[in-house]
């Protein structure tokens, strides 16, 4: 069951997030704006992009923008250095406007429709992501002026959300699509996996490099050098849950790189939760209360067709932080539509609540307000930014 925790209580929360949860209350008492919002850390962003770089060295950072395209996290991550993965061609001019150079975005989406290549070739994409002899096929009119990962397929995953179900070819079929475009005149450049998304376990990892290192071996024999390895996204955080440290998360994944892929070989990373999660808190205010069969039922200006369709799509559960600590009682915690089925947590522990009242929820700026809806017309949570 989820507890609420008292933002006031010593050792329930760290020392970083109640220095933001500080931020938030001195950015309130200066401008009185209505929820929901999003709050945006600048410096949460560029702290998680160093942590990712120092625990993955010789690894370039592509952020993956499907996570979370608010343009100040993109610029974030431009000014910081650091390029883009992108699932569409919106994405790719979203990464553009934020700064990033196009020559060195990744267009990581393995099935695309013929009139996304074209839109993002036109725009000045290059390096694109296959999986299939078909989208090999779509090819065709740009032999000789693009590149193409092949996507394999990664088995034992320990990823909240698996990846490989939709997505990538089996390794034993990697050859047989290089093959496919050498005849067509497209240069086979390298090879990419994702281990899923909320990964818990870096021994996935160290598995689909270990296969990459196979894969490099036989292309080679077959006279296809493989010049960039692209081991995707799926880094962990922490929710109510508490994740490893991304330097004890990586370091398995970083030995195993160093000691199975050729130095000569560029590696990427395709991060999205790990650099925007921690740096987005959402804030919400009770609009309703009501008793029913003897529960508290508090109602939110948010729920899961806004903010929280994470709890859907992403199976997260997230902190709920509040400033009152009386008697703790099971209760239930809805959405404002009027549908029956925005329930954002059936079962919680939360302390009496009234009308106004505020409760804020840390790590929300993975896979949230990007697969939000407009149902019932409702206000969406707005994005500000605190430093």
């Not at 962003?45 to 993109?74: C, M, W």
């Not at 009119?141 to 698996?162: C, M, Q, T």
């Not at 329930?343 to 929300?364: N, T």
């Amino acid at each position: 069951m989820i507890k609420a925790i008292d933002i006031r209580e010593p050792g329930r929360v760290n020392n970083l997030l109640r220095g933001e949860m500080a931020k938030i209350r001195r950015f309130f008492e200066k401008s009185p704006i209505k929820t929901p919002l999003m709050i945006i850390s600048r410096s949460s962003i560029r702290k998680n992009l160093a942590e990712l770089a120092r625990a993955l060295p010789g690894v370039a950072i592509h952020y993956a923008v499907k996570s979370n395209n608010q343009p100040a996290i993109l610029q974030e991550v431009s000014s910081c250095g650091r390029s883009f993965d992108v699932a569409s061609y919106r994405e790719l001019q979203s990464a553009v406007e934020a700064g990033g150079r196009v020559e060195d975005v990744i267009h990581s989406h393995p099935v695309k429709s013929i009139s996304e290549i074209e839109n993002a070739f036109a725009a000045g994409a290059r390096l694109f992501v296959v999986d299939n002899p078909d989208e090999i096929e779509k090819f065709r009119p740009f032999a000789g002026k693009v590149k193409l990962l092949i996507r394999y397929k990664v088995d034992d995953s320990s990823a909240v959300v698996n990846l490989s179900y939709k997505f990538g070819c089996e390794p034993e079929e990697v050859l047989p699509l290089a093959e496919k475009m050498n005849s067509l005149g497209i240069d086979f450049y390298g090879l990419t996996f994702h281990v899923g998304s909320q990964c818990l376990s870096s021994s996935v990892y160290v598995g689909a490099i270990k296969t990459a290192s196979r894969l490099i071996d036989r292309l080679n024999e077959n006279n296809f050098a493989t010049r960039l390895l692209d081991i995707g996204g799926g880094f962990p955080v922490s929710y109510t849950d508490s994740a490893p440290s991304i330097a004890r998360f990586c370091r398995p994944i970083a030995e195993c790189l160093k000691k199975n892929i050729d130095s000569n070989i560029r590696l990427i990373c395709e991060p999205g939760r790990f650099i925007s999660a921690t740096a987005v808190t959402l804030v919400a205010s009770v609009i309703g209360k009501s008793i029913r069969s003897g529960k508290s039922w508090y109602f939110l200006d948010d729920g899961l067709y806004g903010s929280f369709s994470g709890r859907l799509y992403d199976h997260c559960q997230y902190q709920v932080l509040t400033n009152r600590n009386t008697t703790w009682k099971r209760s239930v915690l809805a959405g404002p539509t009027c549908d029956s089925f925005d329930v954002i947590y059936r079962d919680i522990l939360l302390p009496p609540l009234e009308v106004g009242d505020i409760l804020s929820f840390p790590a929300m700026g993975a896979y949230c307000s990007v697969s939000a809806s407009s149902f019932n017309c409702l206000k969406g949570a707005e994005y500000i930014v605190v430093d």
